[in-house]
């Protein structure tokens, strides 16, 4: 049987009810979605919570799957909005940017600069919620702008300036992170 067949038979079972399938579908998929929710909200409980209510959504709601998408896509989808959901609760703030007034960041001769996973990691933990979504979207998740725009409610141009400026934020903490270890 094919990976592909597998997950036909496995969405299937889940169709019609089997909590065994459920069971193995949580599996395959639990360790990667965390991770995600991690990423995105920056607390393990709230991540924990996040990802039950996603593998509940996910399983209320099999049967709008279609395969378009593969089922661990799909599933992420509905993790990163649940992720939006909760961050919108919390009243993340967004910059509002008038497009007349969009200025992006200047890229620094720095970018190519790899730096080490710790200090980057806990520079991110330090950037605004609004930031750092963004810049989870866009680096790590892989949307491009216009959906980043779909999921927050934002303009194109709004995501586009808010990965900017966080980026340029990020060299910022990263650089002043590096200073703290010296």
């Known amino acids: 049987m094919t990976g592909l067949d597998f997950k036909h038979e ?8 089997d909590r065994k399938a459920q069971y193995e579908f949580y599996n395959q998929y639990a360790r990667g979605m965390y991770n995600v929710c991690c990423r995105m909200v920056s607390d393990d409980m709230e991540a924990e919570d996040i990802l039950q209510q996603s593998f509940v959504k996910a399983f209320k709601h099999i049967d709008k799957f279609d395969f378009r998408a593969t089922p661990g896509a799909w599933l992420k989808k509905i993790v990163v909005n649940n992720c939006i959901n909760y961050l919108r609760k919390r009243k993340m703030d967004l910059i509002s940017i008038d497009d007349n007034h969009l200025h992006l960041a200047e890229e620094t001769e720095n970018d190519d600069t790899r730096y080490n996973m710790d200090v980057v990691k806990k520079a991110m933990a330090r950037l605004p919620e609004g930031y750092k979504v963004v810049i989870q979207l866009y680096l790590i998740e892989g949307y ?7 999921i927050l409610g934002i303009s194109d141009s709004t995501s586009k300036s808010q990965y900017h400026r966080a980026k340029k934020k990020l060299q910022l903490l990263v650089k002043e992170t590096m200073n703290e270890y010296e």
């Open 144 to 150: 491009d702008h216009s959906e980043i725009g779909q």
């Open 10 to 17: 496995l969405i299937g079972r889940i169709k019609n009810g």
